[in-house]
């Protein structure tokens, strides 16, 4: 498998001691039920100068006692390369792409910059294609994740004609029409360079419907190489959440939690809703704390009885619009509650630090999860929630968000651009009756847990071996 960011990242300290975390997101968490005890060999890149201090260590191949027993090889592509690889193309312009994130009348701009960073990206995507051909056993089966690898299995098929080659689409794909503000040349690589594969996999048949729309209008019609399209919906991971979310720590951060969402004037615990994202533009979450300020405004019964728990984790902040996006949260939230707050009521607790057992606590406690992106290839956060919800959790869901095709039946669903849409939303959640939510929590954690990470993985497998 091979992907640009791999199950860990490392932290080197003044002692030079290297400390393996565990990155964000649903790749990681999809990828990472494939464990120890198989052959498969995951490739990915260092992100860091830590990382690139861990891959001259350790001459690439990670310790397994790092990576929980996976074979890791990580490569240490050139900085500067990966640097406009990463930042410049594939996540300020393939991720802009596909989440419909510019705008337009000034973006995006497609100039001599960008021209340079996208050899920057053919040549990081041959760096993969040239370790995976290294790595790769007679005849064996590889998967190239995501937006960042585009055009590694068109690379790799030259390079190693015996291997079957998967690609898996981790984001939306954009329709042709918004699609082709790439250069006409561009969007050709790209999608030749999906073809490259035998099998093309994405998570929902939306967006595979719009790949195959994309290669009809910028290759012609049919897809010429007979690549193969599936569709695997992604989904929670059930056991290992469940144990996960009934440790020591994360009972001790529901205390906290507690403490600080506080009572209500009559004495009643405050409802709660939650929000966990990475601080991603895509996400939405300064609507989501606007539509929180509408119901304040509109619904005044609300004040003091509820508190937004908001986990907001800093996310790409190389990126300068990902920098003045998380300082917009920021500031939003400070003026709720500023403008409703009491002395025995903060409207809005926000927290950006990264804690995973306190965002399992949330989710235990959650009376409403708030999950209203822009455009979202999947969000799992709609699926975890369900999950391991204490006393059933009463879920609001854009429309946009790929886990739509599954929940959208029992969530109170949203149209994630319109504020009061959303405030009226969250008001029909925080008022639902017990019994209801429970019954909707039950039929969401059943679809949410049809297809946990390692059956994801090992369809695709299979998919591709038939
Ligand atoms: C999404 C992408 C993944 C990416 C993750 C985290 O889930 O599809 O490819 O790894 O976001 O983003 P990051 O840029 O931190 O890897």
Same mark, same amino acid.
């Given at each position: 498998?091979?992907?640009n960011?791999?199950?860990? *990242?490392?932290?080197?300290?003044?002692?030079?001691?290297?400390?393996?975390?565990?990155?964000?997101?649903?790749?990681? *968490?999809? $990828? *990472?039920?494939?464990?120890?005890?198989?052959?498969?060999?995951?490739?990915?890149s260092?992100?860091?100068?830590?990382?690139?201090?861990?891959?001259?260590?350790?001459?690439?191949?990670?310790?397994?006692?790092?990576?929980?027993?996976?074979?890791?090889?990580?490569?240490?592509v050139d900085a500067q390369m990966h640097a406009a690889a990463y930042n410049g193309i594939a996540n300020s312009v393939l991720w802009f792409v596909h989440h419909m994130l510019y705008q337009t009348p000034m973006e995006p701009v497609f100039d001599t910059e960008f021209r340079r960073q996208w050899a920057a990206y053919e040549g990081y995507n041959r760096a993969f294609a040239?370790?995976?051909?290294?790595?790769?056993?007679?005849?064996?089966?590889?998967?190239v994740q995501d937006y960042h690898l585009t055009l590694t299995p068109r690379m790799?098929?030259? +390079?190693?004609?015996?291997?079957?080659?998967?690609h898996?689409s981790h984001t939306p794909w954009a329709p042709p029409e918004y699609f082709r503000l790439l250069p006409d040349d561009i969007a050709a690589q790209v999608l030749g360079g999906i073809l490259g594969?035998?099998?093309a996999?994405? +998570?929902?048949?939306?967006w #595979?419907?719009a790949f195959t729309d994309c290669c009809h209008a910028v290759l012609g019609?049919?897809?010429p190489?007979?690549?193969?399209? @599936?569709?695997?919906?992604?989904?929670?991971?059930?056991?290992? $959440?469940?144990?996960?979310?009934?440790?020591?720590?994360?009972?001790?951060?529901?205390?906290?939690?507690?403490?600080?969402?506080?009572?209500?004037?009559? @004495?009643?615990?405050?409802?709660?809703?939650?929000?966990?994202?990475?601080?991603e533009l895509s996400?939405?979450?300064?609507?989501?704390? +606007?539509?929180?300020?509408?119901?304040?405004?509109?619904?005044?019964?609300?004040?003091?009885?509820?508190?937004?728990?908001?986990?907001?984790?800093?996310s790409r902040q190389d990126l300068a619009v990902y920098r003045e996006y998380?300082?917009? !949260?920021?500031?939003?939230?400070?003026?709720?509650?500023?403008?409703?707050?009491?002395?025995?009521?903060?409207?809005?607790?926000?927290?950006?630090?990264?804690?995973?057992?306190?965002?399992?606590?949330?989710?235990?406690?959650?009376? !409403?999860?708030? !999950?209203?992106?822009i455009r979202?290839g999947?969000?799992? !956060?709609?699926?975890?929630?369900?999950?391991?919800?204490?006393?059933?959790?009463?879920?609001?869901?854009?429309?946009?968000?790929?886990?739509?095709?599954? +929940? @959208?039946?029992?969530?109170?669903?949203?149209?994630?651009?319109?504020?009061?849409?959303?405030?009226?939303?969250?008001?029909?959640?925080? *008022?639902?009756?017990?019994?209801?939510?429970?019954?909707?929590?039950?039929?969401?954690?059943?679809?949410?847990?049809?297809?946990?990470? #390692?059956?994801?993985?090992?369809?695709?497998?299979?998919?591709?071996?038939?």
């Amino acid at each position: 498998m091979a992907s640009n960011r791999g199950p860990v *990242s490392y932290t080197l300290d003044e002692t030079g001691r290297l400390t393996a975390r565990r990155g964000g997101g649903g790749l990681v *968490s999809g $990828l *990472s039920a494939i464990g120890p005890g198989t052959d498969a060999v995951w490739v990915c890149s260092a992100l860091n100068d830590s990382d690139r201090e861990a891959v001259r260590r350790t001459g690439g191949t990670l310790d397994p006692a790092d990576t929980g027993g996976q074979h890791v090889r990580m490569l240490d592509v050139d900085a500067q390369m990966h640097a406009a690889a990463y930042n410049g193309i594939a996540n300020s312009v393939l991720w802009f792409v596909h989440h419909m994130l510019y705008q337009t009348p000034m973006e995006p701009v497609f100039d001599t910059e960008f021209r340079r960073q996208w050899a920057a990206y053919e040549g990081y995507n041959r760096a993969f294609a040239e370790a995976l051909a290294e790595e790769a056993a007679e005849g064996a089966a590889v998967l190239v994740q995501d937006y960042h690898l585009t055009l590694t299995p068109r690379m790799l098929r030259e +390079l190693r004609p015996d291997l079957r080659i998967g690609h898996f689409s981790h984001t939306p794909w954009a329709p042709p029409e918004y699609f082709r503000l790439l250069p006409d040349d561009i969007a050709a690589q790209v999608l030749g360079g999906i073809l490259g594969a035998d099998r093309a996999a994405f +998570l929902t048949q939306r967006w #595979a419907d719009a790949f195959t729309d994309c290669c009809h209008a910028v290759l012609g019609p049919g897809i010429p190489s007979g690549t193969r399209i @599936g569709v695997h919906g992604l989904g929670a991971d059930v056991e290992f $959440l469940r144990e996960r979310a009934h440790r020591p720590d994360v009972a001790e951060r529901m205390r906290t939690l507690r403490a600080q969402i506080g009572t209500a004037p009559d @004495g009643r615990p405050r409802k709660t809703i939650v929000r966990v994202d990475r601080t991603e533009l895509s996400k939405n979450i300064v609507r989501g704390l +606007l539509a929180y300020e509408e119901l304040l405004r509109s619904r005044p019964e609300w004040r003091e009885r509820v508190v937004h728990v908001a986990f907001a984790y800093p996310s790409r902040q190389d990126l300068a619009v990902y920098r003045e996006y998380t300082a917009e !949260v920021q500031r939003v939230a400070a003026e709720i509650n500023s403008r409703f707050g009491t002395p025995g009521w903060t409207p809005v607790e926000l927290h950006v630090k990264d804690d995973f057992a306190r965002s399992l606590a949330a989710y235990r406690l959650a009376d !409403v999860a708030l !999950v209203n992106p822009i455009r979202d290839g999947m969000n799992l !956060v709609a699926k975890e929630v369900p999950v391991v919800s204490d006393e059933g959790c009463a879920l609001v869901l854009s429309r946009e968000a790929g886990a739509y095709e599954e +929940l @959208g039946e029992d969530a109170v669903t949203v149209n994630p651009y319109d504020i009061v849409g959303t405030a009226r939303a969250l008001h029909e959640a925080l *008022s639902m009756g017990p019994g209801e939510r429970a019954e909707r929590t039950k039929r969401l954690a059943a679809q949410a847990t049809a297809l946990p990470p #390692a059956r994801w993985f090992l369809d695709q497998l299979a998919a591709l071996e038939g």
